[in-house]
């Protein structure tokens, strides 16, 4: 298994560009996130999925879309890149397993909007 | 208040000692506790989770729950160099909809 995937790894836009983070999972987990993390700082959800169609926000949601099509894909989408959007992305995915819900995670997207 | 607090360190210790890290949360309607490890430029990697109050141990670390004060805690025994990166503590409502993180605590393990 791959685990959770995500492309790209990094990726610079200018001000106002707009940009697809990618993100499927090979493991069947009902469940996917999105969250950045800032230089120093802990994870902040932007938004979530429950199963394939079902998608709701988090904390941070302002200035994203998110799709849930299938139950492999998650896919994050930026319209009009900001510079306060400049952070590591993580996608993650978790099911119910021993009595907890076990998230894990994509290797990341490094993004820059300058 | 933050929903979940944790110590920013830097924690140091020397190797072969016992490393400890703690998390205090504000939801008292938190039922799953989750640490995890991560390296720099790296994603977190789950550690181990507790939801019971009490001690939870794999291999030299020590997971310790303490609903009433609202506090959970991760013991590393015998620190290796290898074990110095950043610790996150997450809490969840056991829904699986919505992890909380802290900011993170940096141990460095000293050889």
């Given amino acids: 298994n791959a685990g959770v995937t995500q492309t790209p790894k990094f990726r610079i836009l200018k001000i106002g ?7 499927t999972q090979d493991m069947n987990h009902n469940y996917m996130y999105w969250y950045r993390q800032d230089p120093g700082m802990g994870l902040k959800l932007i938004y979530y999925s429950v ?6 926000k988090g904390e941070v949601p302002n200035g994203y879309n998110v799709s849930r099509s299938t139950t492999e894909d998650f896919p994050l989408r930026l319209e009009l890149a900001a510079p306060s959007q400049t952070s590591v992305y993580f996608c993650a995915s978790s099911d119910r397993t021993a009595g907890a819900y076990e998230q894990y995670f994509g290797p990341g997207t ?3 909007v300058t | 208040q933050k929903e979940v607090e944790q110590n920013s360190g830097p924690l140091s210790v020397p190797e072969g000692a016992i490393a400890s890290l703690n998390c205090t949360y504000s939801d008292r ?3 799953s506790f989750f640490w995890y490890r991560q390296y720099s430029g790296k994603s977190p990697e789950l550690i181990m989770f507790i939801y019971s109050n009490g001690d939870k141990e794999d291999g030299r670390f020590t997971a310790q729950l303490n609903k009433a004060s609202q506090y959970v805690s991760l013991l590393i025994r015998d620190s290796q160099p290898s074990d110095s990166a950043t610790y996150l503590c997450a809490v969840n409502r056991n829904t ?3 992890f909380y993180f802290g900011t993170g605590t940096s141990l460095t393990v000293i050889p």
């Avoid at chain 1, 560009?17 to 993100?23: A, D, F, P």
């Avoid at chain 1, 199963?51 to 709701?56: L, Q, V």
Wanted: hydrophobic share 25%; glycine share 18%; with cysteine.
């Fill in chain 1, 17 to 23: 560009q707009s940009m697809t983070l990618q993100c």
């Fill in chain 1, 51 to 56: 199963g394939a169609g079902i998608t709701d």
């Fill in chain 1, 110 to 112: 490094r993004l820059t």
């Fill in chain 2, 29 to 31: 309607g938190s039922q």
């Fill in chain 2, 96 to 98: 699986g909809n919505q």
